[in-house]
């Protein structure tokens, strides 16, 4: 098929999945997955996070088909194997954060194209919610949003927090910011964690899932960002947190042991957000939809809830 991309049907726990290559506006190529479903009544768009890939999605398309959704997934610009953005391709690198928008129209664009089932939802997880977030107000045309864990504020000490600022704004002016932040490294986080001490998932079963995932196919591995991804990513989501909720009913999910994004920030976004729901996940951590059943189920579930009121109102 024109413009076929790979799929690792071998990791991704769904081997119905079918990748395509884009190209964005701006010239730089993408992957985009989608995983059909008979009689779908709804296609969900999952905006994944910072280091992730289609094929990590694949258990979780699944669980939609069953619920009645198609799905579709997108390798972000800098990440999985669409195109990486520096020659240290470990580096998580993006020009300007506002980028990433001309990959979510790419990928509606071929939504679109391929037929994919109306009325669209959105479930964007950490960096797919504040990516997720702008494309609200860019008018994403969906009927309904789901966040889990979504990116809204990094969690760090208010002691760091100016450093962070300062050091990634000045790394723009003298010329070092496509360097890691400090404390970042070339291996990926999974692959230097281990089921017991790492920050994601509770689910030991899950966290060996992500780490063969990236044993067996290296090339979807990711390091730790950029100075000049830090400071975008700061300055997005200072930009967002000034703006009102959006008028599009909404779930969002949240561990309660989350150690990776910002709580305050979410509690503050959904404090304000008409039609909208936050869930606390006791036991929870960053990947709740990598968690234990009870927990997964419980994101499954109450997403889909949202999903198909939203189709009833329609019809």
């Not at 949003?145 to 704004?169: C, E, H, Q, T, V």
């Not at 992500?210 to 300055?235: C, D, I």
Request: proline share 6%; aromatic share 8%.
């Amino acid at each position: 098929m024109k413009n076929a991309a790979p799929y690792h049907a071998d990791i991704a726990g769904n081997p119905d999945g079918i990748c395509h290559w884009l190209v964005t506006a701006d010239g730089v190529r993408i992957r985009v997955g989608h995983w059909p479903v008979a009689n779908a009544v709804g296609t969900v768009l999952l905006f994944p996070g910072r280091t992730e890939y289609i094929e990590k999605y694949g258990r979780t398309a699944t669980d939609f088909g069953k619920r009645g959704f198609a799905c579709a997934a997108i390798d972000w610009r800098g990440q999985g194997i669409a195109d990486r953005l520096l020659e240290n391709r470990a580096v998580g690198h993006v020009e300007v954060f506002e980028d990433y928008q001309l990959d979510v129209k790419a990928m509606l664009d071929h939504v679109k194209a391929l037929g994919l089932p109306e009325p669209y939802h959105l479930l964007g997880h950490s960096m797919g919610g504040c990516i997720g977030l702008r494309a609200l107000y860019d008018e994403l045309p969906v009927e309904s949003a789901a966040f889990s864990a979504p990116m809204w504020g990094i969690r760090m000490s208010p002691a760091l927090r100016p450093i962070a600022w300062g050091l990634s704004s000045m790394s723009k002016q003298l010329g070092f910011s496509g360097v890691f932040a400090p404390g970042q490294q070339a291996e990926t986080y999974v692959l230097r964690a281990t089921a017991d001490d790492n920050t994601l998932t509770s689910d030991a079963t899950s966290f060996d899932l992500l780490q063969r995932q990236l044993k067996t196919h290296p090339t979807l591995a990711l390091g730790g960002p950029s100075l000049h991804w830090l400071n975008e990513s700061l300055r997005e989501m200072r930009l967002l947190s000034q703006r009102p909720s959006p008028n599009v009913p909404c779930v969002t999910f949240l561990g309660s042991d989350e150690a990776i994004v910002d709580p305050t920030r979410i509690h503050d976004r959904m404090g304000r957000w008409p039609n909208g729901e936050l869930v606390v996940l006791q036991g929870g951590r960053h990947e709740v939809l990598m968690e234990v059943p009870a927990i997964r189920d419980q994101v499954l579930d109450g997403s889909a809830a949202l999903f198909a009121a939203q189709a009833s109102e329609m019809a």
